[in-house]
């Protein structure tokens, strides 16, 4: 399977910023994984124009549910393509925090995704206080059995894990927790989806840098990353790229 490299703007991102799209291009244009960015939808038309002819693709950060309507403030999956978007991410822990999504409400956001064509990027992830209580496999498995519609394939969806406790706050969890979490997930994808769970990748997320890169790539059942602040500079990002090319 082809690994990924998914970056993740968040909240950040002006005019100026896409001209990290061109360094990154410049200094990686023929990685050997696939390259993802997902910028605010402000910048998504931009930087996919930017993109065209790179092996950049790119993604945006959330769907609504419904294709079109009354939703002051929403972007509709097939708004997301139509502004050149190949990928959307759905169920970040952020969007679970502030907005109070369920996983009934990211199941709906992943299969509004696929109904556009797009692949959806189903984030799961326990926080601090989880972890410390043992509970992290259940909390992993209950929001994959939740946030995951039925009919996904290694095409059509990507799973991230995010521990909440290690996203921005450069705590990592040793290779050994991620191992553990990332061949939970891989298990409970085969009982579900059978063959085509071999195929999905499975992406660890949090406080990922060009320095540890390398050695969780090296972790069983990673199949890359999702990045937050690292995807901001190219030559950050372009680091953890290489490491996983
Ligand atoms: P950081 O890489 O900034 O920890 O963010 C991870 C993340 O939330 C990506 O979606």
């Known amino acids: 399977m082809k690994k990924l490299a998914a970056g993740n703007w968040k909240m950040n991102g002006l005019e100026a910023t896409l001209a990290e799209i061109d360094a990154l291009a410049s200094a990686h244009p023929a990685p050997g994984c696939d390259v993802l960015i997902c910028p605010p939808a402000t ?6 124009a ?10 945006a950060q959330d769907c609504h549910p419904n294709e079109s309507g009354a939703h002051t403030g929403d972007v509709s999956a097939g708004m ?4 050149g978007g190949a990928y959307v991410i759905v169920g970040h822990s952020e969007r679970r925090a502030d907005h109070g999504e369920s996983d009934a409400v990211v199941r709906a956001k992943a299969e509004a995704a696929w109904r ?3 692949i959806a990027i189903i984030c799961v992830g326990e926080t601090l206080d989880e ?4 509970r992290t496999l259940d909390i992993v498995g209950g929001q994959l059995a939740g ?4 009919g996904a394939t290694a095409a059509n969806t990507v799973v991230a894990y995010e521990p909440v406790w290690a996203i921005g706050t450069g705590k990592v969890p040793t290779l050994a927790e991620i191992g553990e979490v990332h061949d939970d997930i891989r298990a409970r994808l085969s ?6 769970a071999a195929g999905m990748r499975l992406l660890y997320g949090g406080s990922v840098k060009p320095s540890n890169a390398a050695e969780i790539f090296g972790v069983s059942n990673v199949d890359g ?3 937050g602040g690292a995807s901001l500079k190219a030559a950050d990002f372009g680091g953890i790229v290489g490491a996983l090319a």
Not at 43 to 48: E, G
Not at 50 to 59: F, L
Not at 80 to 83: E, K, P
Not at 131 to 134: M, T, Y
């Open 43 to 48: 910048l998504l038309s931009r930087l996919s």
């Open 50 to 59: 930017r993109a065209e002819g790179t092996a950049i693709a790119t993604g």
């Open 80 to 83: 997301i393509a139509d502004a």
């Open 116 to 118: 556009a064509g797009l």
């Open 131 to 134: 972890r410390d209580a043992g």
């Open 147 to 150: 946030s995951i519609p039925d």
């Open 191 to 196: 009982a579900r989806f059978s063959g085509e």
């Open 225 to 227: 990353a999702l990045v």
